[in-house]
């Protein structure tokens, strides 16, 4: 009994500390406690987690996504923990990704279950910009976003680290003071541990309408898998570290308490003999504790392979994305190659029809050849920039070399092609307009 009584206790105290490893590190913040904020400004603005439709605008900054894919991946679970703590089925979901300013917009989806969460997936952003220099307007980022908002919507930017971030380390930036937003109350902002990203935080900045009327229908949460706490540990080690300590102890008590079985000296006079107890069930017999822990180690032990399992295969996906960035960067400065070769020709063409001295035939047959080539390059993607004379100076597209008589800003003569690539200008156009009177 005394053995049984001890295993008991050592049970008990197994028990103890899974629950303590389960609070304090299996788990990250408590739902109440994650998102507290939000849900009090939310609760301030008439949201019902009971009644009525909801449009969510989530924005992602882009910025770092090139050079730091783990916490990139932390912001998109961001995103979908999010909608799975206030989501329900029926609301819409818009999302937008931003540096300086908002470069992608989908959406607006209507959140279904089962399958929301892919659904999601495919609007978030995963790349930076193209060309991206980096950077992050957070401010101006949510006024363009509640600018285009026509319906309740609750727009959440997501961000790693601080909220603002200028370009290269430079670049005017929206203020807080400065973001005037009409029926939205002031900004606010909110720390969170990021996900599957051990030490890191993500900020999140919320834009809530000062009157969140959505209407009476009934709402019906998303389900939606609650996530572990970076770098905490999972609850299947620690549960198995507890379990696996609790049958190490109860093995080493039953051998102490048989060695002092074996020693004790006999008593010495026989004690009253006691009514012999009924034989306890099997589960709450020694042997039958040490067979319930075994099912359950086996239990575990499974749980861990298909963990491994698990792993191995994410990480052979890292390696296949690894390889797939590498062959993008490749090809990426292939084309750039082919660009700068490609430009270095339609410059030589172009300032040989142009040149003086030149038979007009010769001449002519330069300027063809120049024609047909951008012709050839506009079909893959490489544009030329060919101001004629009598067209207005645009800023960023041209550039004024010289002045030349005529009205101001008005071009009157081409000196130099200029190239781009879809909304990227790589060189402007030089060009000779008319001189300001002044």
Request: net charge neutral; charged share 25%; with cysteine.
């Amino acid at each position: 009994m005394g053995r049984l009584r001890t295993g008991c206790g050592l049970l008990v105290q197994a028990g103890v500390l899974v629950g303590v490893l389960l609070g304090a590190n299996a788990w990250g913040q408590p739902a109440d406690d994650r998102y507290k904020p939000l849900e009090d400004r939310l609760r301030a603005a008439g949201f019902s987690a009971e009644r009525g439709r909801v449009h969510w605008r989530l924005a992602l900054s882009t910025g770092h996504f090139g050079v730091d894919p783990t916490l990139a991946a932390a912001m998109r679970e961001e995103a979908l923990s999010l909608l799975g703590r206030f989501g329900s089925e029926g609301d819409k979901v818009s999302v937008a990704a931003f540096e300086m300013e908002v470069w992608n917009r989908k959406g607006p989806i209507q959140l279904k279950a089962p399958g929301w969460e892919a659904a999601v997936e495919g609007l978030l952003p995963d790349t930076p910009k193209a060309g991206s220099r980096g950077g992050r307007d957070v401010y101006r980022a949510l006024r363009e976003i509640a600018d285009r908002a026509s319906d309740p919507s609750v727009i959440l930017a997501i961000t790693p680290g601080p909220s603002q971030l200028p370009k290269d380390g430079r670049g005017e930036l929206l203020t807080k003071e400065a973001l005037s937003t009409k029926g939205y109350s002031d900004p606010f902002h909110f720390s969170v541990d990021a996900i599957g990203a051990p030490g890191r935080r993500l900020r999140i900045t919320a834009l809530v309408p000062e009157n969140l009327a959505i209407g009476n229908e009934p709402r019906k949460p998303l389900p939606h898998a609650a996530q572990p706490k970076a770098g905490g540990v999972p609850f299947w080690v620690a549960l198995l570290a507890a379990l696996l300590a609790a049958v190490a102890s109860w093995i080493a008590a039953t051998r102490r308490g048989r060695s002092v079985a074996a020693v004790e000296p006999a008593p010495q006079a026989d004690p009253e003999p006691e009514p012999a107890p009924a034989e306890p069930a099997e589960e709450t017999t020694p042997r039958g504790l040490i067979h319930t822990l075994d099912a359950i180690s086996q239990d575990l032990a499974e749980t861990v392979n298909n963990h491994a399992e698990a792993i191995a295969a994410l990480r052979a996906n890292v390696l296949e994305v690894g390889a797939l960035r590498q062959e993008v960067a490749r090809k990426e400065s292939e084309v750039e190659a082919w660009i700068d070769g490609a430009i270095e020709f339609l410059d030589a063409a172009h300032r040989a029809s142009r040149m003086e001295g030149v038979t007009p035939e010769r001449r002519e047959t330069w300027a063809k050849a120049a024609q047909m080539l951008a012709r050839r390059c506009a079909r893959l993607g490489l544009d030329v920039i060919d101001p004629k004379p009598g067209e207005p100076v645009v800023a960023g597209l041209h550039l004024i070399e010289e002045y030349a008589p005529g009205e101001p800003g008005i071009i009157q003569e081409c000196l130099e092609w200029g190239f781009r690539t879809g909304s990227r200008v790589i060189r402007p156009a030089k060009v000779a307009a008319g001189k300001p009177e002044n």
